[in-house]
């Protein structure tokens, strides 16, 4: 079966900088698009980037162009999102995400907190 898990969030300072992972099984995953989505409290679960099947095509909220990177090793099977110059507003679960056989598989989320 799908299985996604996330690791890599925890609590950081303004300004700083946090490496997630999404190690991923159950299927090919050189063959599928990926995706990392975010939600805060109170608030709708979004986007934040997203990536080819081969890591050649990625694709960025406008709140994380610049300050967050999206890549992936086809070879371990896990994606990550690099994120730079974190502000308090990008504190939420992330999650990451896979539509397979029409459907969507999500992770279990990993809290990232920006707070000083």
């Known amino acids: 079966q799908v299985q996604l898990v996330e690791s890599g969030g925890g609590l950081v300072q303004p300004g700083g900088s946090l490496r997630l992972s999404c190690a991923a099984s159950g299927f090919t995953f050189s063959s599928y698009a990926m995706s990392w989505y975010r939600q805060a409290p109170g608030k709708e679960r979004e986007l934040v980037a997203g990536?080819?099947?081969?890591?050649?095509?990625?694709n960025y909220a406008d709140s994380v162009k610049g300050r967050f990177t999206i890549s992936r090793d086809n070879a371990k099977n896990t994606m990550y999102l690099l994120m730079n110059s974190l502000k308090p507003e990008d504190t939420a679960v992330y999650y990451c995400?896979?539509?397979?056989?029409?459907?969507?598989?999500w992770g279990q989320g990993t809290q990232v907190t920006v707070s000083s």
């Open positions: 995400n896979v539509a397979y056989r029409r459907n969507n598989y």
């Open positions: 990536i080819s099947s081969t890591g050649r095509s990625t």
